[in-house]
């Protein structure tokens, strides 16, 4: 091994280091975390339900903002629930299993709606957005760019998620391989 390589049992320390920090963090610098996380679903609420009528183009899309903000801020609360504690007897308890299985079902649902507001929102691109035009259906101008840049913005985030996350494997595997 060479003395820039880092075996592959530090990188793991380093971050479970980082998980611990994560998990140790006090009560009041958790609420503001959870805060800020529930701030755009609260904001896909709030303009969902303000311009629930205001895009006859596609009258999905105002009910895509309003279901996916009570989602999002439903596995927000999910996340905060006790469900990963273990028995005494070292077994995971039925509430981690329910648990798990509802946080399944739920990211299961929101994959899927995301896949349908995707659609509703790029099928219409670029919308009318004058309401006094009669010949065609519009959709409000703020309702429209908000969906559309929400889940723009959150595209481009799954992508350098999965980049990420294509790296760190590639680096795990050079460690190991280093390390043979």
Wanted: glycine share 6%; hydrophobic share 50%.
């Amino acid at each position: 091994m060479t003395k820039y390589e880092i075996p592959f049992s530090l990188a793991f320390a380093d971050l479970a280091r980082w998980l611990d920090v994560i998990r140790s963090m006090s009560l009041p610098y958790f609420l503001l975390f959870k805060l800020l996380l529930v701030s755009l679903p609260i904001a896909q609420i709030a303009i969902g339900v303000v311009y629930l009528k205001d895009c006859p183009k596609q009258n999905y899309i105002p009910l895509y903002l309003v279901v996916c903000g009570v989602f999002s801020i439903v596995l927000a609360l999910l996340s905060c629930l006790p469900c990963s504690a273990k028995q005494e007897d070292g077994s995971k308890g039925g509430m981690n299993i329910l648990c798990s299985v509802w946080n399944g079902l739920v990211s299961t649902f929101m994959f899927c709606w995301f896949i349908c507001g995707s659609v509703w929102i790029y099928s219409i691109y670029p919308p009318n957005y004058n309401s006094t035009f009669i010949a065609e259906p519009y959709c409000n101008k703020t309702l429209y760019l908000f969906a559309f840049w929400t889940t723009t913005v959150t595209y481009i985030l799954l992508g350098l998620l999965l980049v990420a996350g294509c790296c760190g494997l590639v680096y795990m595997c050079v460690c190991v391989k280093g390390r043979r």
